[in-house]
C-alpha cells in the first residue's frame, strides 16, 4: 500500500507531511518517558521482522497480492509510541533506500501505514486488558484486520482529495480488495503473538517484562533473515493499490523516483535474481535493524 509520488496533490502530500510529523514528535517525547530497557533491542528486532515479512506478498484472488503491515504488531509488542517509531524507521529505509513509496508521499505512507495502524492497534487491544489471552488474540486478529481496511481507507480519501479519483469509485474498489488482504494480516498478526505468547509471556503482559536476552536477539533476526530467503518465492501480481490505480486507470499517474538505489528491493549489478533480492533483503535488514536500535538508544540516553 506504498503510495508513490505522482498519486497525491503537493497539498495533500504536505498536509500529510505535517500530521505526520507531528505524532512522531509526540511518539518521540513520549517515548523518552516510557521506553524501558527491554523495548531497545525489541525495536531492533520488530523493525527487521516487520521489514523482511513485508518482502513476502501472498497471492490473493483476482490476481492481486498483499504483504504484511505490521502496525498492531507492533504497537502489542512495543506500546503505541515504540510502535509507530519502528514503523517510521521501516517505511522511511524502504522509501528512501528501495523506492518503495515515494519521498514527496511519504508522509502519507507514515500516517497510513504506521501511525494509524498502530493507533487502532492500540486502542482495540486493550479493550482486552485482564481479559484471557483467548480474547486478547482475538482482538489483535480483528485490529490487524482492521488496520489494513482503516489504511486502505485513509489512502482512498486521499486519492479523492488529491483529485486522483472519485471518492465513490476509489472507496469500494480499495476496502473491498484489502479487506481480503487483511485476513491474511490477520492470520500472521496472531501467529507471530503466539509465539511470543510461548516463549516471552512477560512481552504481552502489563508487569513489567524481563530483559531480552541475546540468543532471543539472535533467534529473532535469524528468523527475519529466514523470511528473507523466502523473498524470491513472493507473488510477483501487483499490491493492492497498484491493482486498483490499473483498474481504475491511474496507474500512469505514477512519478518516476529521483534516484534508484536498491529499487524493486534487488541490486542493479544482479539484476532481478533470486540471489540480488536476497542480499537486497538482508541489506534492508541491517539498515533498519541498526536505524530502529540507534533511535531507541538516542531515546534511553536523553531520557
Not at 112 to 118: K, Y
Not at 165 to 172: C, K, Q
Amino acid at each position: 500500500m506504498h503510495i508513490p509520488d505522482g498519486f497525491l496533490s503537493i497539498h495533500v502530500a504536505l498536509l500529510l507531511w505535517a500530521v505526520s510529523a507531528a505524532f512522531l514528535a509526540l511518539a518521540l517525547r513520549q517515548s523518552r518517558k516510557t521506553l524501558g530497557e527491554r523495548q531497545v533491542p525489541l525495536m531492533g528486532i520488530m523493525a527487521a521482522f516487520i521489514f523482511a515479512a513485508q518482502m513476502f506478498n501472498f497471492p490473493i484472488p483476482g490476481g492481486t497480492s498483499g504483504h504484511l503491515l505490521g502496525g498492531v504488531l507492533a504497537a502489542i509488542l512495543l506500546g503505541p509510541w515504540g510502535g509507530m517509531l519502528t514503523m517510521t524507521a521501516v517505511i522511511m529505509v524502504q522509501g528512501i533506500l528501495f523506492q518503495d513509496g515515494g519521498l514527496v508521499s511519504m508522509g502519507a505512507n507514515l500516517f497510513n501505514m504506521g501511525i494509524l495502524t498502530t493507533l487502532i492497534g492500540t486502542a482495540i487491544y486493550r479493550l482486552g486488558a485482564h481479559r484471557s489471552q483467548r480474547v486478547k488474540m482475538l482482538l489483535a486478529g480483528g485490529a490487524a484486520w482492521l488496520s489494513v481496511v482503516g489504511a486502505a481507507l485513509a489512502a482512498s480519501l486521499e486519492l479523492w482529495l488529491s483529485g486522483t479519483v472519485a471518492l465513490a469509485v476509489v472507496v469500494p474498489a480499495m476496502v473491498g480488495v484489502h479487506a481480503v488482504i487483511g485476513i491474511g494480516e490477520a492470520i500472521i498478526t496472531v501467529a507471530a503473538l503466539s509465539f511470543v505468547q510461548r516463549t516471552r509471556p512477560d512481552l504481552l503482559e502489563d508487569t513489567a517484562p524481563q530483559p531480552v536476552a541475546r540468543g532471543w536477539i539472535a533467534a529473532g533476526l535469524l528468523l527475519s533473515l529466514g523470511v528473507i530467503l523466502l523473498a524470491p518465492l513472493a507473488s510477483t501480481n501487483p499490491d493492492g493499490l497498484e491493482r486498483v490505480a490499473h483498474n481504475l486507470g491511474f496507474l500512469n499517474r505514477e512519478a518516476p523516483p529521483p534516484v534508484h538505489l536498491l529499487s524493486d528491493y534487488t541490486l542493479p549489478w544482479l539484476s532481478h535474481t533470486p540471489w540480488s533480492t536476497i542480499l537486497a533483503g538482508v541489506i534492508g535488514v541491517a539498515v533498519v535493524t541498526a536505524l530502529a536500535f540507534g533511535i531507541a538508544k538516542a531515546l534511553r540516553r536523553t531520557a
